[in-house]
């Protein structure tokens, strides 16, 4: 069983609740807050990462009992600290109240010594951590991967376009990417094939609207998609406008979710090494560190105004149509 003193009665930021001897715990390597080991990775992050920027180190609210006959064992902290025999893979533990060293986890590994010091010259797996800041070790992992010559394939990214990148602080290339794909969606409207198209079935549905809520809605349903198909056969070049349409729509996606981790490794170096080489970080450790973190991370706030400016250009090339129809 894992001897967990050092944090017996102690509260995970994630759930609120104690710890006890036999809790599986995880520190973030970032600030010290002990964690529930399955609280941690179901959270994705430090349940205390939004004071990260203001410097913030974890301070214990209990001190636990000291022991009735301490051991000499030879280690220099066995006076001082009763679990210094914890399970740490051989390793001392630090007297009590001392800064948990990054390799000590409570007996569960640092998430970050899975990996390299270096995800590339210059730029070290723990500052391209603070810059990422929201599931750092998925994305390092995946850094790695792309270090080591191989693919990556980033899910939201597929899903979510431009928006994505600009969640994550790549403003250039969320813009770009947004304003192509609303320039795949714009092309087809000025197209007079698929203009009468759209306009033929927005007529018929208009037309059927009320019979396909009647008791017996077959016969207007059937006669509502053999006019569907007419309109179909009328205009041939506006269905395959459609169906290029959805094809580059897909082949974008595949795009951005294949091109997305490449792009967020080069722009977490590059933001790392401005930092970094900036005259006003020289020599101040702690302010590097503090620039680190609020420069990286996420932005939820740019994401909903991109989404809010998609929608309303959307909704000019929406009424653009419209206009053309009548």
Sequence with gaps: MMNNFRYTNEKCPVCGEAFTESSEIVVCPLCGTPHHKECYSKNGECGNSEKHNEGFVWKPEYKPEEPKEPQANGN????????????????????YGAPVPPQFVMGVQNPLNAFPPEIN??????????VIKSRPEAYLRKFFLIKSGKRT??????????????YRKMYKLGAIFLALTLAVSAIPIFIPQYTQLESEITAITEEYENDIY?????DSLNEMYAKYGAAIKKHPIGVAVI???????IALSLYFGFIADRKYKEHIEKKVREINSSEDTAGNEEFRKLRLFSEGGTTFGYTVLAIMAVNIVSYALSSLLTMLNM
Excluded: H, K
């Design 76 to 95: 220099p902290y066995s006076n001082a600290d009763p679990y210094a025999n914890a399970n740490t893979n051989g390793q001392q533990m630090p007297p």
């Design 121 to 130: 010259d210059g730029v070290s797996t723990a500052d391209a951590a603070a």
């Design 153 to 166: 394939f980033n899910f939201c990214a597929f899903l979510f376009g431009g928006y994505w990148f600009i």
């Design 214 to 218: 009647a008791e017996n809605p077959m």
């Design 243 to 249: 169906a290029v349409q959805y094809a580059v729509d």
